[in-house]
């Protein structure tokens, strides 16, 4: 499937969702900004994908992420931080949400299991309590040690700045 095809408006998502559920498929669901796609993006989505049948990503709009990260974040658009995760064998669609959290989107979906970092406590997760409630799983997966964003993007800075 070509990855804009992966790229869904709320409304595909939700009717993709009950598609595959109706087939019997496990939907599994995270989110995050995915500003800079590094090696502990790729392995915690595949992951997160081996938890389940399908893995539908929900990604921060641009302002979303300039909300969260500041100003100067992100450093990739929306789109194109979704069509470089819909080129990953791991990720089935990706949908994009305005709000600061994922609840809305997450309430909209309702996955089978939703999937966290380790380090968010479950009780602590956007959507755990919805996703419970609807027979659902929540689960967290470890990191890739090292590996962020913001150290990629200091390291870029160290380089050609010569500043940290």
């Given at each position: 499937?070509s990855?804009?095809?992966?790229?869904?408006?709320?409304?595909?998502?939700?009717?993709?969702v009950?598609?595959?559920?109706?087939?019997?498929?496990?939907?599994?669901?995270t989110?995050?900004?995915f500003?800079?796609?590094?090696?502990?993006?790729?392995?915690y989505?595949?992951?997160?994908?081996?938890?389940g049948?399908?893995?539908?990503?929900?990604?921060?709009?641009?302002?979303?992420?300039?909300?969260?990260?500041?100003?100067?974040?992100?450093?990739?658009?929306?789109?194109?931080?979704c069509?470089?995760?819909?080129?990953?064998?791991?990720?089935?669609?990706?949908?994009?949400?305005d709000?600061?959290?994922?609840?809305?989107?997450?309430?909209?979906?309702?996955?089978?299991?939703?999937?966290k970092?380790?380090?968010?406590?479950?009780?602590?997760?956007?959507?755990?309590?919805?996703?419970?409630?609807?027979?659902?799983?929540?689960?967290?997966?470890?990191?890739?040690?090292?590996?962020?964003?913001?150290?990629?993007?200091?390291?870029?800075?160290?380089?050609?700045?010569?500043?940290?």
């Open positions: 499937m990855s804009k095809v992966k790229l869904l408006a709320p409304c595909n998502a939700e009717r993709l009950r598609e595959w559920k109706q087939q019997g498929k496990k939907v599994v669901f989110n995050g900004c500003d800079i796609l590094h090696a502990g993006h790729v392995q989505l595949e992951k997160a994908k081996a938890t049948d399908v893995l539908i990503v929900g990604v921060n709009s641009d302002a979303s992420v300039k909300r969260l990260k500041g100003e100067n974040r992100p450093i990739a658009s929306e789109t194109d931080r069509t470089v995760l819909a080129g990953l064998e791991a990720v089935d669609a990706t949908v994009i949400f709000e600061d959290t994922p609840a809305r989107i997450i309430a909209r979906l309702l996955p089978d299991i939703l999937i970092g380790a380090d968010w406590p479950i009780d602590k997760i956007v959507g755990a309590k919805t996703v419970l409630e609807h027979g659902g799983e929540v689960k967290t997966i470890e990191f890739l040690e090292g590996r962020s964003t913001t150290s990629i993007i200091e390291r870029i800075i160290e380089i050609y700045c010569g500043k940290k």
